[in-house]
């Protein structure tokens, strides 16, 4: 584009000069004519021609090294922006591999082995569950919810925690909900919810504890149980009937929206 314009404006330029010339020539003829046949005038008409000459040779030869020069500096120019231009490119490019190098790298660590859970547990008695009894805002219970789902996920995969407050009563309630991404960790997800249940039986102020497992791919429901803390104090599992269908769909309702709106270890807020 650049060196379009550079060459039409050294035509414009050529063609006013070229112009000026056919008027000075014209000029000459017409002077020519009128002086007759004074000798003297004819002779300082001939040096007048000689010197316009001369003079047209500069100009030309002065538009022409403007042009090369115009040209070689466009052109470099030119140069500069295919340079920079192959220079996004390849920076485009290689965005495009780390992109598909991070997808595949996502991909590989929701397919890593599930851990054991740990015999001594993970820490969930050390949380202030008497200050989740208060009336605490859903900002501070978030806190808490995204901790135990992050800290389970690396033994049940993605997981999403969601704690209920009965403050009248004074119990609360923990329900988790997994994501399952390869039906083989089934298993051992399963021997890791046993662990998990211990350690959960030792908090005095969880009275209900929820356990969902689905399908990431299908959406499918795989397992829902209910384990409810008996006079004993022992918590054991619930056989649900019919009448809690309706209750399923609505939490699997709610942690779906969870999840969409915070990302890969959510938790209601």
Known sequence: MYIYLSVLLVSIALLILISWRIFKERQLKKTEL??????????????????????????????????????????????KDKKYVENVSGELTKLEKQVDELSKAQE????????SYPEEGIGLSEIDWKDLLAQITPEERFVYEEKIGRDLTPYFG???????????????ILSIYIEVNNQQDLPKIQENIEVYLSE???????????????????????????FLRTDSGELELLEKGDDSVEQENENKTEVKEKVEQKGEVITNG
């Open 34 to 79: 009128a002086i007759g046949n004074d000798l003297l005038l004819k002779k300082k008409l001939i040096v007048f021609k000689q010197i316009q000459q001369s003079v047209n040779i500069w100009i030309i030869l002065g538009v022409t090294a403007t042009m090369l020069l115009s040209l070689i500096t466009l052109g470099t120019l030119q140069m």
């Open 108 to 115: 590989k660590f929701l397919e890593l082995s599930i851990y």
């Open 158 to 172: 993605r997981t999403v925690s969601i704690i209920t407050n009965n403050v009248p009563l004074q119990y609360l």
């Open 200 to 226: 959960v039986q030792d908090i005095s102020f969880l009275n209900q504890a929820n356990i969902q497992i689905f399908d990431s791919d299908t959406e499918t429901m795989i397992s829902d149980e209910v």
